[in-house]
C-alpha cells in the first residue's frame, strides 16, 4: 500500500519524527517538571519507535522496559521528592541565550559539514533489509565469549552505582 | 525507503537539543533528563549505523549505554535528592561556578 | 550456536591485576560488613595489601604484549605502566584517608571498595582496545568518583561538589557515546586497531574525499570534548575548582591524579591506536612528491589539540595566580598541567607521508612514540608530586575543611621543618626544576613536541612554566621567610600522612635522579604499538 512516494514506513518515521522531537523540544521548553518527565516518556518512545523501524525489536522492548519503565519512573520519584520544585519560576539560566546561540551555531555547522555532503551519497545508499533477531543479538553478546570484558566490566558498574546510591542516601548514624 | 541520512539527521537534531536543555536550564533534573536525550540520540545514531553495516556492534553498544544510563540515574538522582534535603533548592548555574 | 570457547583462549592471565582487584573489591564489601565501627582501619589495611598483590600482578603482564578476551583488552607496556601509576597513586590515597576520613567522621567501610572501583575503572581504561571498553571503563572510573566527593553529609559544598561534577561526567559521556557512534558509522567497527586499519586505507594513504570522513573528524572532535572534560582542559574545566575545593581532600587529590590519568589513558589510546592518521588535508605536496620523498603533515585533530593545550597552560597558570587558597590554587595547577600532557597529545598528530611508488604511500605517526614516553613519565612524575603536595596541605587542614588558605603555610619550616622541606621539593618538582621528576617529565614532552614541529606550542610551554613559578615559589616563600601568626598544631599530621608524604617524595626524588627507570620501563611500549598496527 503506498501513496505514491509517501510509504508507509515513511509515515511511521514521520509520526516517531514528531514524537520524539516534541517530546524533547517539551522537555526542553517545559515550565512544570512533572510535564516535562512525561515529555520525557513521550519522547523515549519515539525513539523506541525508530529501532522498531531500523529493524531492533528487541532493543525496542529494552527501551520501553528498562528506559521508560526503571529510568522514567526514577526521575518521577526524584520530582516528587523534590515536589516544591515542580513549579519554576526561572526556566532557564543566566547565559540561556549564550547557550542558545553556541548550540544553534554547532547545529548550523553540523547540518552545513554533515548533511550537505552527505545528501546524495549516502541517501543514494539502500539501508540493507537485514535483520538482526534477538536470537543473533544473543549469540553475538555470547558465542565465543566476545563481549566478555564489558559485560564484567558493566556489573561491576552496576555494584558500583548501587553501592554509592546507598552510601549517599543513607542518614549518617 | 527512509535513507539513513535521515536518521543521522534526526539524532543530531535530538543531540542539539538535549545538550541545549544541559546548558539553558538551572533545574538539576531538567538538566539531567536533557542528558537523557543526549544519550537517546546517540542510540539511535548507534542502530541506524549498526543497520547500515548490517552488523550488531552498534546494537550491543546500546545495551551498554542503556545501563550505564541507568547506573547514572541511580547514582545521579541520590546526589540530586540529597542536595535538595540540605539545601531545599536543586539549581545549578553550571556555567555560572567561576570564581575567578 | 552459543560457541564456548576454552578459558585459556580467553587469555584471562594478562588481564590478572584488573581482574584480581575487581574481584577482591566486591569481596571487601561483604568482608567490611563483619568489621566492626571502630576498627575500620582493618579495612584500609586489606586495601593497601590488594593494591600490593595487584602491583606485582602487573609486573608479569607487563610486557605481555598480548591482547585478551576477544581483542577487547590489551597488555602492552602502556597499559603495565598506566596500572603502575595508578596502583601507586590509590596506595598513597589510602594513606590520606585512614585518618583523615575518621577526624572530619566520615570514616565508612565502602569508602574503599568505591575507591577500588575506580582504580580498576582506570586500569581496564588503559588496557581498553575498544570504543565500548573506553567508555564503560570511563563510567566506572567516573561514577564511584561522584559519590567519593559528596562524602562530606555534613557540608553543603562537598554534596554541591558531587552533584557538579556528576552532571558534568554525565553530559561528557553523552558527547564520548556520540562520538564513538559517528566513528563506529564511519568506520563499521569499534575496535581501536580495526578503526586505524578502516582509515589507513587499502593503498596506505587516507581517502580524503570521502562523506565519512566528515563522520571521523567529528567523531574525534566529540571524543576530545568528552576526554577533555575528564582531564580538565580548558575550555571543559568550569567544574574543576570547585569540585576539587568542596570535595573531601583525600579524594581531591586522586582525582587530580587518577581520573586525569584515567581520562589520558583513554584519549592517548584512541588517538594512538584509533586515530593518528587521520589526515583530511593534504595539500597540493602530495601530488608532487617524487618516489622515496618523505614529507610531514599534521593529523585532522593536531590543530583542535593545539589550541586546547595552549589555552590549557595559559589559562591554568594565570588564573592560579591569584588563588588565595592552596586547594584551590592546586586546582587550577592541575588544569595547567592537564595542558602539558595534552602537548604530547598534540604531537602525536605529526604524520610523516612516504611515496614508496606510484600510488603506494606509507603514512606513519612518527613521534607517536617519544609523545607517548614523554605524557606517561608527566603523569607518574605529576601522580608522586601532586599527592605529595596534597598530602602536606591536608595535615594542615583542620577538621571542618579550613586551613587551606596560604597564610596558613606561614613559619611551616619552623613548627615542621621536614613537612616543609618536602612541601618545597613539590614545589620544584611541579615548576619543573631539575633533580626532580617533574623535570623529566617536561623534559620528554617539550622535546617530543619539538621534534614533531610544535615549535609555538613549546614557546608557550616554556612560558607558562616560568609564570607557574611565581605562585609555587610564594608557598615556599611563605614557609620560609614569614613567621606565622598563629602557632596551633598540624592536627591532620599523623603517622598515615607521613608515610604519604614520604613515599610521594621518594617517587619524586628518585624518578628524577634516576629517570632511566621510567624509561627503560616504556622502551618496548612504542615499538609494540609500531608491530601492532603496521
Known amino acids: 500500500m503506498t501513496f505514491g512516494d509517501f510509504t508507509p514506513e515513511a509515515f511511521a518515521f514521520g509520526f516517531f519524527t514528531i514524537l520524539t522531537l516534541g517530546g524533547a523540544f517539551g522537555v526542553v521548553g517545559s515550565r512544570n517538571l512533572v510535564r516535562s518527565a512525561v515529555w520525557l516518556m513521550v519522547s523515549l518512545f519515539g525513539i523506541a519507535g525508530f529501532f522498531v523501524l531500523l529493524s531492533a525489536p528487541f532493543l525496542a522492548a529494552v527501551q520501553v522496559l528498562v528506559y521508560i519503565g526503571a529510568i522514567g519512573i526514577l526521575i518521577t520519584f526524584a520530582i516528587m521528592l523534590t515536589r516544591s520544585m515542580t513549579n519554576l519560576k526561572e526556566r532557564f539560566n543566566k547565559q540561556w541565550w549564550l547557550a542558545a546561540l553556541a548550540a544553534l551555531t554547532a547545529f548550523l555547522l553540523l547540518m552545513v559539514t554533515v548533511i550537505v555532503p552527505t545528501w546524495g551519497e549516502m541517501g543514494a545508499e539502500e539501508i540493507p533489509p537485514t535483520v538482526a533477531s534477538t536470537a543473533q543479538l544473543g549469540e553475538a553478546f555470547f558465542s565465543g565469549w566476545g563481549y566478555v570484558l564489558p559485560l564484567e566490566v558493566a556489573s561491576l558498574l552496576l555494584t558500583a552505582a548501587m553501592i554509592g546510591a546507598i552510601v549517599i542516601a543513607r542518614e549518617d548514624d | ?100 | 550456536m552459543i560457541d564456548v570457547p576454552s578459558f585459556a583462549e580467553l587469555n584471562l592471565e594478562v588481564a590478572l591485576p584488573g581482574i584480581f582487584l575487581a574481584l577482591f573489591t566486591t569481596v571487601l564489601l561483604i568482608v567490611d560488613l563483619f568489621i566492626p565501627k571502630d576498627r575500620k582501619i582493618t579495612t584500609a589495611h586489606l586495601t593497601i595489601g590488594a593494591l600490593v598483590v595487584a602491583f606485582v600482578l602487573n609486573l608479569p603482564a607487563f610486557n605481555a604484549g598480548e591482547t585478551a578476551m576477544n581483542e577487547m583488552f590489551i597488555a602492552d607496556a602502556f597499559a603495565g605502566f598506566v596500572n603502575m601509576i595508578v596502583i601507586t597513586g590509590a596506595i598513597i590515597t589510602v594513606l590520606l584517608s585512614v585518618d583523615y576520613m575518621k577526624r572530619s567522621g566520615i570514616e565508612h567501610g565502602e569508602f574503599y571498595s568505591l575507591l577500588l572501583f575506580s582504580v580498576s575503572g582506570i586500569m581496564f581504561m588503559g588496557s581498553a582496545n575498544d570504543l565500548i571498553v573506553v567508555f564503560i571503563a570511563l563510567e566506572l572510573l567516573s561514577i564511584p568518583l561522584y559519590v567519593m566527593a559528596a562524602l562530606r553529609h555534613d557540608d553543603v559544598k562537598s554534596e554541591e561538589s558531587g552533584i557538579k561534577y556528576f552532571i558534568l561526567g554525565a553530559f561528557a559521556s553523552a558527547f564520548f557515546v556520540y562520538g564513538a557512534a559517528l566513528i563506529y558509522g564511519a568506520t563499521g567497527t569499534t575496535n581501536l586497531p580495526e578503526i586505524f586499519r578502516a582509515i589507513a586505507g587499502a593503498d596506505g594513504i587516507v581517502a580524503t574525499e570521502n562523506s565519512a570522513m566528515i563522520y571521523l573528524v567529528i567523531g574525534a572532535a566529540m571524543v576530545i570534548v568528552a576526554l577533555g572534560f575528564k582531564v580538565a582542559a580548558v575550555p571543559f574545566h568550569m567544574w574543576t575548582p570547585d569540585v576539587y575545593e568542596g570535595a573531601p581532600t583525600p579524594v581531591t587529590a586522586f582525582m587530580s591524579v587518577g581520573a586525569k590519568a584515567g581520562g589520558f589513558a583513554g584519549l592517548l589510546r584512541v588517538m594512538i591506536i584509533g586515530l593518528p592518521l587521520l589526515v583530511v588535508n593534504f595539500g597540493d605536496a602530495v601530488e608532487t612528491m617524487a618516489i622515496g620523498e618523505t614529507i610531514t603533515v599534521p593529523s585532522a585533530w593536531q590543530t583542535a589539540l593545539w589550541l586546547i593545550a595552549a589555552a590549557t597552560m595559559i589559562f591554568g597558570n594565570f588564573i592560579a595566580i591569584s588563588q588565595t587558597n592552596v586547594k584551590r590554587m592546586l586546582a587550577y595547577s592541575s588544569i595547567a598541567h592537564a595542558g602539558y600532557i595534552l602537548m604530547a597529545v598534540a604531537a602525536v598528530g605529526t604524520v610523516q607521508i612516504t611515496k614508496v611508488a606510484e600510488n603506494d604511500y606509507t603514512m606513519v605517526a612518527v613521534y607517536a612514540e617519544s609523545a607517548l614516553n614523554g605524557a606517561l613519565v608527566y603523569l607518574l612524575a605529576y601522580t608522586f608530586t601532586n599527592l605529595g603536595a596534597f598530602a602536606v596541605v591536608m595535615s594542615l587542614e583542620n577538621n571542618d575543611g579550613s586551613g587551606t588558605m596560604l597564610d596558613d603555610f606561614n613559619g611551616l619550616s619552623k613548627r615542621h621543618p621536614l613537612t616543609a622541606a618536602m612541601m618545597a621539593f613539590f614545589m620544584l618538582s611541579l615548576i619543573g626544576v631539575p633533580t626532580t621528576a617533574g623535570f623529566i617529565g617536561k623534559f620528554l614532552i617539550f622535546d617530543a613536541a619539538i621534534q614533531a614541529g610544535l615549535i609555538p606550542l613549546t614557546i608557550i610551554g616554556v612560558l607558562t612554566s616560568a609564570v607557574s613559578a611565581y605562585y609555587y615559589v610564594r608557598i615556599i616563600v611563605n614557609m620560609y621567610l614569614k613567621d606565622a601568626a598563629v602557632t596551633d598544631e598540624a592536627v591532620g599530621l599523623t603517622p598515615y600522612v607521613n608515610y604519604a608524604t614520604i613515599v610521594a617524595f621518594a617517587g619524586t626524588l628518585i624518578f628524577g635522579l634516576f629517570p632511566m627507570l621510567a624509561l627503560d620501563l616504556l622502551a618496548s611500549s612504542g615499538a609494540q604499538i609500531a608491530t601492532l598496527l603496521f
Open chain 2, 1 to 100: 525507503m527512509v535513507g539513513m541520512e535521515a536518521y543521522v539527521i534526526l539524532s543530531a537534531v535530538l543531540f542539539v537539543l538535549g545538550a541545549m536543555g544541559v546548558m539553558m536550564r538551572r533545574n538539576a533534573i531538567l538538566v539531567f533528563m536533557s542528558v537523557e536525550l543526549m544519550l537517546n540520540a546517540a542510540n539511535l545514531a548507534l542502530v541506524a549505523f549498526s543497520r547500515q553495516w548490517s552488523g550488531v556492534d552498534g546494537q550491543v553498544f546500546v545495551f551498554f549505554v542503556i545501563t550505564v544510563a541507568a547506573a547514572e540515574v541511580a547514582v545521579g538522582l541520590a546526589l540530586i535528592v540529597t542536595i535538595f534535603r540540605t539545601k531545599q533548592s536543586i539549581n545549578i548555574d553550571v556555567l555560572h561556578q567561576m570564581e575567578g
